[in-house]
């Protein structure tokens, strides 16, 4: 049985920071591409940053680029994300995607608020 089980969300202040991990099961995790998404209120859900399977290249998207670093321990089966400088608008729902060829998988989403 496949699952991503995210953590480490929670409410933070402005220039705070968090750390994310989602941790995988059920399948191959190293052969996986993983990803973390957010999804605002009233909005849709978006790219933040993607970490390849082989070699561990990295991208980001621009509101996140200098803030934000994703990683992966493919003998832990974990993919983090930490998050420096938050602000207001970097409050969402924040999921973790595995993906390879046709297959990809959802983890649940964890919530981060950022707010004074």
């Known amino acids: 049985q496949v699952q991503l089980v995210e953590s480490g969300g929670g409410l933070v202040q402005p220039g705070g920071s968090l750390r994310l991990s989602c941790v995988a099961s059920?399948?191959?995790?190293?052969?996986?591409?993983m990803g973390w998404y957010r999804q605002a209120p009233g909005k849709e859900r978006e790219l933040v940053a993607i970490?390849?399977?082989?070699?561990?290249?990295?991208n980001y998207a621009d509101p996140v680029k200098g803030r934000f670093t994703i990683s992966r321990d493919n003998a832990k089966n974990t993919v983090s994300l930490q998050m420096n400088n938050l602000n207001p608008e970097d409050t969402a729902v924040y999921y973790c995607?595995?993906?390879?060829?046709?297959?990809?998988?959802w983890g649940q989403g964890t919530l981060v608020t950022v707010s004074a």
């Open positions: 970490i390849s399977s082989i070699g561990g290249a990295t």
């Open positions: 059920g399948f191959t995790f190293s052969f996986y591409a």
């Open positions: 995607k595995a993906r390879k060829a046709q297959s990809e998988y």
